[in-house]
């Protein structure tokens, strides 16, 4: 019977740039495999070959999604084997910890003809800074959507009671843990919700919420205190020792838009655009804090000036995504001239030396 397969974002194009969240989910590994090398190099490939093969062993693995490329991914995680592989390519650098003894860096590029590629050399350095420049653009642009969405925001905050807020969180961590106090050090991850990725914004919250017993679908405008509730939350869990799983938006990682407490069978996340989700199962239940914190009448009030900053905001996030289409398109010639100088039986080989580590790794690991 295979295992289960959890799927997320642990980098992200955002409206401050590239952001990665790496080094929380690959914490605790005792074998951590980093491949380099180029475009186009098999390295998505290779991760997703391994990864499914041990899944269809009845493990449970974990997907890192690439937030730049809806087809690859950049990590993937066999966590009771402790074991790990990870594109360690620009811009997701991944500083080893303890290089030899628990990281190993496998050079795919050790699979190309340099000389095929030199002869390409002014089309592959013109594509890679056409690239750079459409990631800055998006980027960039981002920036003033962001800026178009602090500008909404404002007039929810100012609308908003923050004495009701402060009880409804506060009831909130009463109803989640009560007196519990563990004796342990909480597990926490940090992760992306979502990304925007060139096909626009994608998440996996039916994925990472499937067996959770208890889901709280948070309702409500921008500026209505989503986020600061969730970062309350998940600081009530970890000084209480409860495992937390933390997830930033992928639009501005400095806010939240969930968390999970898988111990204690409980998600609750910003169920609004472009995340939207509605109840479909019993335990599941809607907090607006639009209804129980908002001024009445708010929406009707700045109606004209809510109309104008929203569309200014998505026709700005549109731009974005255009700018990251267009950095893939660019990605994929720049993978197109890598492939014609790749040796693919070379990767079968790196392939195959890091199967049968995993495989020592796995003697004497007993599924759960």
């Known amino acids: 019977m295979a295992g289960k397969v959890k799927n997320y974002f642990a980098g992200g194009n955002t409206a401050r740039g590239f952001h990665n969240l790496y080094d929380s989910n690959l914490q605790g590994l005792d074998r951590l495999f980093i491949l380099k090398g180029g475009p186009g190099t098999g390295k998505s490939s290779l991760m997703k070959k391994i990864g499914q093969e041990w899944n ?9 999604h690439c937030s730049s490329d809806n087809d690859s991914i950049d990590g993937v995680i066999i966590p009771a084997l402790k074991v790990g592989i990870v594109d360690g390519t620009a811009p997701h650098i991944i500083e080893p910890k303890a290089p030899g003894a628990v990281e190993e860096y496998i050079n795919l590029g050790e699979a190309w003809d340099a000389q095929k590629l030199r ?26 959507a962001l800026d178009s969405h602090d500008d909404w925001e404002k007039i929810y905050i100012n609308s908003m009671d923050f004495e009701k807020a402060d009880q409804l969180t506060n009831k909130l961590i009463e109803s989640f843990f009560g007196k519990m106090k563990l004796n342990k050090e ?46 309350k939350l998940a600081a009530g869990a970890e000084e209480r020792g409860v495992d ?12 939240l838009d969930m968390v999970i407490f898988r111990e204690l069978g409980i998600a609750i996340f910003d169920s609004t655009e472009p995340h939207e989700y509605f109840p479909s199962r019993d335990g599941d239940e809607i907090i607006d804090m639009y209804e129980i914190l908002i001024e009445p009448g708010t929406d009707e009030l700045y109606e004209e000036m809510i109309s104008q900053i929203q569309a ?32 693919f039986s070379v990767v079968e080989m ?3 030396k890091i199967v049968d580590e995993i495989n020592a790794l796995a003697e004497g690991v007993v599924l759960g």
């Open 119 to 144: 002869a390409h050399k002014q089309t592959i350095q013109l594509l890679i800074y056409q690239i750079s420049k459409s990631f800055d653009k998006a980027y960039a642009t981002f920036k003033e």
């Open 186 to 231: 909480p597990d926490v991850r940090r992760r992306f919700l979502g990304a925007a990725t060139p096909k626009g914004a994608v998440d996996f919250i039916p994925n990472l919420t499937e067996e959770i017993q208890k889901r709280y679908f948070i309702k409500g405008r921008p500026g209505s205190g989503k986020s600061t509730m969730l970062k």
């Open 350 to 352: 790196f392939q195959k």
């Open 56 to 64: 269809a062993k009845g493990y449970d693995i974990e997907f890192l």
């Open 244 to 255: 937390v799983e933390i997830y930033h938006c992928g639009f501005d990682p400095n806010s």
């Open 312 to 343: 200014e905001y998505k026709a700005k996030m549109a731009e974005a995504t255009s700018w990251l289409a267009r950095a893939k398109q660019l990605h994929d010639e720049l993978e197109t001239i890598y492939i014609s100088a790749m040796n």
